[in-house]
């Protein structure tokens, strides 16, 4: 797929590069990073090297894009949202934010814009498709992720259960929330999320 900016004037989603590796390691020590995601603990600066110039580029090349986020364009990064294919016109959507970047909607709009980029039409461009034309974005947390389920829930998807031991934490199983959004599901958030969530 071509690499390309996405942008609603209030942040920028574009592929991270070499020159945000010290900033990924400086933000992923921290802790709520690590609870709630399978990235490594402790975080090395090699796993952020690994993790840009390696499985960035070559899940871009399987229709499984990782962009930065950043608050103006060739800003600092801040934090990082990708789609993980499922195949059958599906992915996986993950993110997370520094946490001095939280609290004030940048995941939100990020969420928005790659929501928009994975639905639309994957018409070829002159340098390969600008889109995904996907049916199903899901996203599953680990049952207590209640910040993450607020972005998820702002952007319309649906919950749709719990999962027992389904998603693998650094070698433990742990039980998951899944939800999920339809590329013709009306916008806006639903209602019916259980209480508590
Ligand atoms: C999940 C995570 C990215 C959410 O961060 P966040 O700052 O809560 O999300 P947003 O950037 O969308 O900000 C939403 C917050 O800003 C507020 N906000 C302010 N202006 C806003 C706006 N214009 N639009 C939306 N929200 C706005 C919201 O009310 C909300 O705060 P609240 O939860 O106190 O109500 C963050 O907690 C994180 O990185 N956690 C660790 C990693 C993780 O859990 N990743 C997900 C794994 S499934």
Not at 8 to 30: F, H, R, Y
Request: net charge negative.
């Amino acid at each position: 797929m071509r690499p390309e900016t996405l942008t609603d004037g209030s942040v920028w989603l574009d592929v991270p590069t070499a020159a945000d590796i010290d900033v990924v390691t400086k933000l992923c020590q921290e802790p709520s990073i690590g609870e709630w995601t399978s990235m490594p603990v402790p975080y090395q600066r090699s796993d952020a090297v690994e993790f840009i110039g390696e499985m960035i580029p070559s899940g871009w090349a399987l229709r499984s894009p990782t962009w930065a986020v950043r608050t103006r364009p060739d800003g600092d990064l801040v934090g990082m949202i990708g789609l993980t294919d499922n195949g059958d016109l599906s992915a996986e959507i993950g993110f997370w934010l520094g946490s001095a970047f939280r609290a004030r909607g940048l995941m939100t709009a990020a969420v928005a814009l790659v929501c928009d980029y994975a639905f639309r039409p994957d018409e070829p461009g002159p340098a390969g498709p600008v889109a995904m034309g996907l049916v199903r974005l899901e996203w599953r947390a680990f049952v207590g992720n209640h910040a993450s389920a607020a972005v998820i829930r702002r952007a319309g998807f649906q919950f749709e259960g719990t999962i027992r031991a389904g998603a693998m934490q650094r070698g433990t199983l742990r039980d998951c929330w899944i939800a999920g959004l339809l590329h013709d599901d009306p916008p806006g958030p639903v209602g019916d999320w259980p209480e508590g969530i």
